[in-house]
């Protein structure tokens, strides 16, 4: 048995039934598909069991990516690397479906990497992503939700995001501290235009920063008191955060833009 390394989050996946369950949710036959954080290769196997086009991983542990290039030879392609480091829109030329068990701090990071950095031409089809259960509700969080913040409105802005599963830590070897839920994200059609996705994060940490707070302080720090715009989108700035839904989100940052353009 593989010793795990707990610095790299190893948990492996060793459920039969999610296993199946996470390559039936979309097509995979003659698909392009990006692996990461393969581990020991469990979803990997099942993956290739469905006829997949070509499989790429990428698997930053030195030993498994070894075992997993002895073990699979041919039938995938094995990078050694971080994912942070690697630029997903050179790996092929056409668009990959991307399934991720990793660590939960680089979720989370990965994730808002992708949506800062998409270009208007998606390089994916789905993201099938795990998260702790706390942050995977984070994600899919509704305005006048307390889990609702900067992590919901950057997702919503280009993904249509459903959560799929809870998983109980019984479905890891070694069993994970906290539950897990499976999201499964795609483009979005119409997308709300902005100039610069980092105004978008911008905006919301100022609004974020303080959550139990009345939304006068941020909203004067950025818009200097501005009443037009407040009347235009009917803000209330005895409100929370939390209480804006994500169009007047992604208005305010238009409107942000606008003003410094
Ligand atoms: N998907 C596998 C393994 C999950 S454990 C399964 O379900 O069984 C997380 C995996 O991500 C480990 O194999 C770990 O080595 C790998 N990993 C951790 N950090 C990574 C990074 N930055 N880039 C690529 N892989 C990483």
Redesign the pocket.
């Known amino acids: 048995m593989i010793k795990a ?1 707990k610095s ?6 060793i459920d039969e039934n999610i296993l199946d369950k996470i390559v039936s949710l979309i097509q995979i036959e003659k698909k392009n598909i990006l692996e ?5 290769g ?2 990997t196997s099942n993956i290739l069991k469905k006829n997949p086009k070509i499989v790429i991983v ?4 030195k030993k ?1 990516a070894e075992k997993l290039k002895q073990n699979f030879r041919n039938k995938i392609t094995v990078i050694n690397k ?3 480091e690697i630029d997903e829109t050179s790996l092929i030329s056409g668009k990959l479906i991307v399934f991720g ?3 939960y701090n ?1 979720s989370t990071e990965i994730l808002s990497k992708w949506i800062i950095n998409l270009k208007d031409n998606f390089w994916f089809d789905h993201l099938v992503l795990m998260f702790q259960k706390e942050v995977a509700n984070r994600i899919i969080s509704k305005f006048n939700s307390s889990s609702y913040g900067r992590i919901s409105i950057l997702a919503n802005w280009k993904l249509e995001i459903i959560k799929i599963c809870d998983i109980k830590p019984e479905a890891f070897y070694p069993k994970p501290k906290v539950d897990s839920s499976l999201l499964l994200f795609t483009p979005k059609n119409k997308i709300f235009k902005l100039k610069d996705p980092k105004n978008l994060e911008k905006v919301t940490r100022v609004f974020f920063n303080h959550r139990r707070k009345m939304l006068k302080k941020p909203y004067n720090q950025l818009f200097n008191g501005n009443q037009n715009i407040l009347d235009k989108l009917k803000i209330d700035l005895n409100l929370r955060p939390q209480n804006l839904d994500f169009e007047t989100y992604y208005k305010l940052v238009r409107e942000y833009e606008y003003l410094r353009s």
């Open positions: 390394k790299l989050g190893q948990n492996f996946l990461i954080g393969p581990g020991t469990n979803l990428i698997e930053k542990d498994l971080d994912i942070l068990n990793l660590p680089i």
